[in-house]
């Protein structure tokens, strides 16, 4: 039984423990800005700036880095999963049944993550609820495996701990090799991804589906114009329209030559890249204030875009009145590209990608 044992299943389980507890903590904190309750959504923080772009960046690296930590787990504690008789108690059948749902959730959780930062839905159900609902299930499997094992946890959290059973001393030599291999392929994995929202290690960004610098403007773009249906916008024909207590209209001429102001905000995809760019453009909040809204008032914004599941989209009070939250106009010192967003789209601080909504029409006061 060479390595399967629980001085080793700790030494993984440690670091696999506290990959999936920063990939859970990051993930509700992102689901809450995605879809916030009501009672909620008026009160979500607009700072830090960076906060998103932290959260998701940690999020999808914490999980990436947990596949081989998974995977080296499950070979260490492998053989008792076949252990003879399959079923001893009561109380031995429901472990068991809790390893299990434990086991499915976290290869659940991974697989549609990783596939997710690909973009590829080979399944029928839609990811985000699916994704969301799954991680409690893993969660809460896990609390309880750490309860059940918690007595074989801090007998072998260290290597000699007094009063415990001597495990093989010749064991010890390979153990430390096995740790190292697998250090190794987190590292690897990490470092080849990481650069995709950690821009100092961009040039290491090999294997992540998205390279920070790659996209018209220097800035990636998920979802183009062509994808989203949104032809050559005519200038001529295109209107922002602002519903509230006081209506108003205003031309692309007109909005340029209300107050400009620039600001550094990142765009953070929940997928996992982020890059920050700078931004030029017209504050919400001044085009609230035009329209009469009230102090308290969040604003819904509608994009062009005639479908897609991000055409409209909703924002509480605390970014629309944010001084850095544009209607943006330019990007990089350029007029918005058709992929960026053209003729204008929001900016917002500490806001998943998703919410950033592009070729931006229409405004409403809610
Ligand atoms: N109207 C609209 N806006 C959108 C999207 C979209 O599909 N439709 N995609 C969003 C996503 S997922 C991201 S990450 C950002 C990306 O902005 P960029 O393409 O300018 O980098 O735009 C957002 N804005
Ligand atoms: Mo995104």
């Known amino acids: 039984m060479k390595l399967h044992d629980a001085r080793t299943a700790t030494s993984l389980g440690r670091w696999l423990g506290l990959a999936i507890a920063v990939c859970f903590v990051t993930g509700v904190t992102s689901h809450y800005l995605q879809h916030p309750p009501d009672w909620l959504a008026g009160s979500l923080p607009s700072r830090p700036a960076w906060g998103y772009r932290l959260t998701q960046g940690l999020h999808v690296a914490s999980g990436i880095a947990a596949i081989p930590l998974l995977l080296a787990k499950l070979w260490a504690v492998y053989p008792r999963l076949f252990v003879w008789p399959p079923v001893r108690s009561a109380v031995h059948a429901l472990e068991r049944l809790s390893?299990?749902?434990?086991?499915?959730?976290?290869?659940?959780?991974?697989?549609?993550?990783?596939?997710?930062?690909?973009?590829?839905?080979?399944?029928?159900?839609?990811?985000?609820?699916?994704?969301?609902?799954?991680?409690?299930?893993?969660?809460?499997?896990?609390?309880?495996?750490?309860?059940?094992?918690?007595?074989?946890?801090?007998?072998?959290?260290?290597?000699?701990?007094?009063?415990?059973?001597?495990?093989?001393?010749?064991?010890?030599?390979?153990?430390?090799?096995?740790?190292?291999?697998?250090?190794?392929?987190?590292?690897?994995?990490?470092?080849?991804?990481?650069?995709?929202?950690?821009?100092?290690?961009?040039?290491?960004?090999?294997?992540?589906?998205?390279?920070?610098?790659?996209?018209?403007?220097?800035?990636?773009?998920?979802?183009?114009?062509?994808?989203?249906?949104?032809?050559?916008?005519?200038?001529?024909?295109?209107?922002?329209?602002?519903?509230?207590?006081?209506?108003?209209?205003?031309?692309?001429?007109?909005?340029?030559?209300?107050?400009?102001?620039?600001?550094?905000?990142?765009?953070?995809?929940?997928?996992?890249?982020?890059?920050?760019?700078?931004?030029?453009?017209?504050?919400v909040k001044d085009l609230l204030d035009l329209a009469d809204a009230a102090p308290g008032a969040g604003v819904r914004v509608v994009s062009l875009e005639r479908r897609g599941a991000y055409r409209v989209m909703d924002m509480g009070r605390g970014y629309a009145h944010d001084p850095l939250t544009l209607l943006a106009l330019r990007l990089n010192g350029e007029v918005l590209s058709p992929d960026h967003g053209f003729p204008a789209r929001i900016i917002a601080p500490n806001r998943p990608g998703v919410l950033q909504t592009k070729w931006v029409s229409r405004l409403e006061v809610s």
């Open 99 to 283: 390893i299990a749902v434990l086991v499915a959730a976290a290869v659940f959780q991974l697989f549609t993550g990783l596939l997710n930062i690909v973009q590829w839905y080979p399944w029928p159900f839609s990811f985000v609820p699916v994704h969301y609902a799954v991680a409690w299930v893993l969660i809460g499997a896990l609390l309880l495996h750490l309860a059940v094992k918690a007595p074989d946890i801090a007998a072998h959290w260290r290597a000699r701990s007094p009063g415990t059973l001597a495990l093989p001393a010749e064991d010890a030599a390979d153990r430390r090799s096995l740790l190292l291999g697998v250090g190794a392929a987190v590292a690897a994995v990490t470092l080849t991804t990481v650069g995709q929202s950690f821009t100092p290690l961009k040039r290491l960004d090999l294997l992540a589906p998205r390279h920070p610098d790659y996209g018209p403007q220097g800035l990636p773009v998920n979802r183009t114009a062509a994808a989203a249906r949104v032809t050559r916008v005519d200038v001529r024909s295109w209107r922002l329209t602002v519903a509230g207590p006081r209506p108003y209209e205003l031309t692309l001429d007109e909005l340029r030559a209300l107050p400009q102001h620039e600001v550094t905000l990142p765009i953070a995809c929940v997928e996992g890249w982020s890059k920050s760019a700078h931004w030029t453009g017209v504050r």
